[in-house]
């Protein structure tokens, strides 16, 4: 399983941007699929994740009513819009999948890793 990660870019405060995570490999909707974030000299944070069918969404606080994760598995990817987004969301933002996630805010509970895509938000 190999993901690849992408949609970073910078962006003003207020404005949007849309990550994907394409994942390749048979079993897509076997996967619960997260998304961590990861700011110069903080630690790696949990930022949302997608159970494997999708029918479950979680958040982190800090992005709840932002931020939305959707899986998609026609295209066997995991995309993150993120609106209104503000200076403190800057950094890289990783995908994650794994087929046998109980704490889906817990990075070590997943298997696989993108390479991470850069956010920058400015004020």
């Known amino acids: 399983v190999q993901l690849q990660a992408s949609g970073g870019g910078l962006v003003q405060a207020g404005g949007s941007l849309r990550l994907s995570c394409s994942i390749s490999?048979?079993?897509?909707?076997?996967?619960?699929v997260g998304w961590f974030r990861q700011a110069p000299g903080l630690e790696r944070e949990f930022v949302a994740a997608a159970s494997r069918r999708g029918g479950y969404r979680y958040y982190a606080d800090s992005v709840k009513g932002r931020f939305t994760i959707s899986k998609d598995g026609a295209k066997n990817t995991a995309d993150l819009q993120m609106d209104s987004l503000k200076p403190e969301d800057t950094g890289v933002y990783y995908c994650a999948a794994g087929p046998a996630v109980t704490m889906p805010w817990i990075w070590y509970d997943y298997d696989y890793w993108g390479q991470g895509t850069e956010v920058t938000v400015s004020s």
């Open positions: 490999g048979r079993g897509f909707s076997n996967y619960a």
